[in-house]
C-alpha cells in the first residue's frame, strides 16, 4: 500500500500528515501546565520588632504549590517602604542599607529561614518580604514586614555615629551627665561634655545630631551647642576650633546663634570665618527647651551651619554659610565634643546646662536619610 504525506497546518505550525489510512509518526506530547503557587506568609521577626542584632534571621512559613518539585525563596530587606535602591548610593562602609537574597532552599519542615550574614545599617527602621520560585514560575510577593535593627553606634574611620539613646555612648563622658531611656544623654551642668576622639582627620565632612534642653535667656556668653579642635590644649586658642555657639543671656546679643571656625591658626584672621556683626544680631531666637532641634554643621572648602526645628525632617529655623577660601581644616589628632571644654573664657563660654543630644552623626559622607529611623520610631512610642 503507498503512503501519500501531504503537508498541512495545525496549530499554526506546517506538518505532514499522512493520508490513505497510514499512521502518524507517534502520539501528541502531553501538554506542560505550570504550578500554581501561593505567596510565603512572614513569621519572624514580628511586625515592627525592636531586634538586639545587625543579623537577624528571616522566618517566613512556606508558600504551597499544586506540584511536587523543587522550591525556592527570595528575600528582600530594604530601608525604604517601596524596597528601592536609591538609597543604597549612600551606604555606610561595611553595612548594608538593602538586601536581595535569592535560591534559598526551602525546608521542608514547614518553615523557611534566611539567616543575613552581613551587618545591617544600625538604628533604622527596615521592611522585608518573601516570595517563592518553583521552575520558572514565580509567586506574587508576602506581605511586607517592619523591624528595627540594633540601637548601637560605631566610631570608625571616616564615620561616627552614637544613638545615646540606650545608655552607652561611643564618647566618653567629662563631668556630670545622665543618660535619659529613649530620651539621650543630659549634660548637668556647664562644665561637662561629652568628647569623641576620631581614628582619622575628616578635613571636609558633616558633624550633626538632635538637641532638646535649649531655651531662650539661659545663663551664658559664647555657650557652646557642639564642636571640634586639635589635640586637647585649650579650646579656645585651638587653631582648628569649630565653635557652634547659642548664646546665653550675657551674649552680645542674648539667644543669638553664633559660629567661629579657625583653619589653621588662632591668630592670623584670614583664616578665621564667622558671620559678621549684621548677621550675629538678625540671627536671635527664643529656643523651646521641650522641642527638638536638628543641628548640622557642614566643611570643607565653604562651611555651613543649619538648624532644624523639629528634628530631621522640621523646618529651617537658620541656614548660614561662608566660603573657606584660605586654610585647610585638618587637626591631628582630631577631637570633636558635644558642648565643649572649659577653656580660657571661662565657665560662661563653655557647655549648655540640661541640654540633651542623641542621633550624632560625625563622617567625611553626608548622614544616610534612613539612619535613626529607628530611633526616631521608639521616640513616637
Known sequence: MKRVFVLGVCGGVLVAAVACGGKSGGAAPTPVVDPKLTAPALD???????????????VVKNGTSDQAGTRTYEFQISDSADFSTAGS?????????????????????????????????????????????????VSEWSAVGKFRSRLVGFNRAGSLYDPLIHGETVGAIVGS?????????????????VKYLLPETVSAGEFSMEVEGLMGNAPGN??????????????ITNRYRVDIQYRGTTGVPPNAIQWRVLYGSSTDHSVRYEPDTAKRFASVYL?????????KATWGGDFRLTVLQGGTNGSVLYDYGLPTPRGSYNPSPHYAYLGAPVGRSGTESASIANTIYRNVWLSRDPRPASLGSALREELQR
Do not use: C
Request: hydrophobic residues 30%; neutral net charge.
Open 287 to 295: 529656643l523651646d527647651p521641650g522641642t527638638t532641634y536638628y543641628w
Open 177 to 193: 551627665a545622665t543618660f535619659i531611656p529613649g530620651k539621650g544623654i543630659k549634660l548637668n551642668n556647664g562644665q561637662s561634655y
Open 89 to 137: 548610593t549612600q551606604q555606610i562602609p561595611s553595612f548594608f542599607s538593602t538586601v536581595d537574597q535569592t535560591g534559598v532552599a526551602e525546608n521542608a519542615g514547614g518553615k523557611t529561614s534566611y539567616p543575613v550574614d552581613h551587618d545591617l545599617q544600625p538604628t533604622t527602621r527596615f521592611y522585608w518580604r518573601a516570595r517563592m520560585t518553583q521552575g520558572k514560575v
Open 222 to 235: 559664647k555657650a557652646k551647642v557642639f564642636g571640634m579642635q586639635e589635640g586637647q590644649g585649650d579650646f
Open 44 to 58: 519572624t521577626p514580628t511586625d515592627g520588632e525592636q531586634l538586639d542584632t545587625l543579623r537577624p534571621t528571616l
